[in-house]
């Protein structure tokens, strides 16, 4: 007794993060096609697949620049305790004849590569956290309701563990390989 089918033409499936990539979305669209009364599956695979392609080489991307600036904080921070240790030279030579043993005289060195380290990562990570609020600030709403209601939040605890412990590591391997 009905008129018009009362059913929806199309339904909108919204896959779990894990599944959220083009293999994945390729096997679900081969299997939904072989359902019967299903007529097309689209997921713009075109575009899932050139945005996969895309996060790949930012992956890429941010890895080298990773070891750039690796790279780059080791060298100032090698260079910052080597002109410490050069100003401190008649110091160590008097601990030296005293009979201060080479650790002795290097972990203060060490250690203030250390905290270095950490006063920039710390640094870095409270100008990562103003830089964040700004950019939250300036994006309207409506952009939240195109990305699909995609939120947008800063880095997890573990990896500002982790940013603040690879400084530390970083300024302390800095110091140590100068007074090597």
Known sequence: ??????????????LVPDSRNPDDMRNLAEK????????????????????NALITALKVLSVIVGGIMF???LFIVSNAIKLT????????????????TRLFIRIPY?????????ISAGTSVVMLYAIH?????KIPSTVYLWMGGIEFSFISL?????????????GCLGSWTSVG
Do not use: S
């Open 1 to 14: 007794g009905l008129m018009e089918n009362p059913l929806p033409d199309a339904f909108r499936i919204k």
């Open 32 to 51: 939904l096609m072989h359902i019967e009364g299903i007529d097309d599956v689209e997921y713009g695979k075109e575009w899932v697949e050139r945005l």
């Open 71 to 73: 790279l780059l904080v």
């Open 85 to 100: 240790f050069l100003m401190r030279r008649e110091e160590i030579e008097i601990m030296k004849l005293a009979g201060a």
């Open 110 to 118: 060490i250690l203030e590569g250390g905290i270095l380290g950490l």
């Open 133 to 137: 609020n700004l950019i939250i600030y």
């Open 158 to 170: 573990k990896g500002l563990i982790a940013i603040i412990v690879t400084g530390i590591i970083v």
